[in-house]
């Protein structure tokens, strides 16, 4: 199978962040592929960020692939990333990351239950 994105998705604030956050999904929960629920390109906006928020249900991974910023892992460290990092949200942690760099942070997010 091959699947396309079906349209990318700008969100104002996304989970309590602030700034611009563009999300392009090429897997939602909705295509019903067992052990994955998203797969998605994200753009984190210059000085924009995501809110921190928990997964309670799911685990979640981060590949930088462009950018600098700076991830809070689990509400407790603050850690720099640069392209090449992988972080991991395990089932009940929490998250969020903010771009510190002068261009967008494109991450490509994966979430599995």
Same mark, same amino acid.
């Given at each position: 199978?091959? %699947? #396309?994105?079906? %349209? ?7 989970? @309590? ?6 999300? +392009? ?6 295509? #019903?592929?067992? !052990?994955?629920?998203?797969?998605? %390109?994200? =753009?984190?906006?210059?000085? $924009?960020?995501? !809110? ?6 799911? $685990?979640?991974?981060?590949?930088? +692939? $462009?950018?600098? @910023?700076?991830?809070?892992?689990? !509400? /407790? ?13 395990? /089932? !009940? #942690? @929490?998250? @969020?990351? #903010? ?6 942070? =494109?991450?490509? $997010?994966?979430?599995?239950?």
């Amino acid at each position: 199978m091959i %699947k #396309q994105p079906e %349209k990318t998705e700008l969100y104002d604030g996304l989970h @309590g962040g602030t700034g611009n956050v563009w999300v +392009t999904r090429n897997v939602t929960k909705e295509d #019903q592929l067992e !052990g994955l629920d998203m797969f998605a %390109k994200v =753009e984190v906006d210059i000085g $924009a960020s995501i !809110g921190y928020h928990e997964h309670i249900h799911d $685990a979640e991974v981060y590949y930088i +692939t $462009a950018g600098k @910023g700076i991830f809070l892992d689990n !509400g /407790k460290v603050e850690k720099s990333v640069q392209p090449g990092d992988l972080c991991f949200i395990s /089932k !009940g #942690q @929490g998250h @969020g990351i #903010q771009n510190t760099g002068d261009s967008i942070l =494109e991450i490509i $997010a994966v979430v599995v239950p």
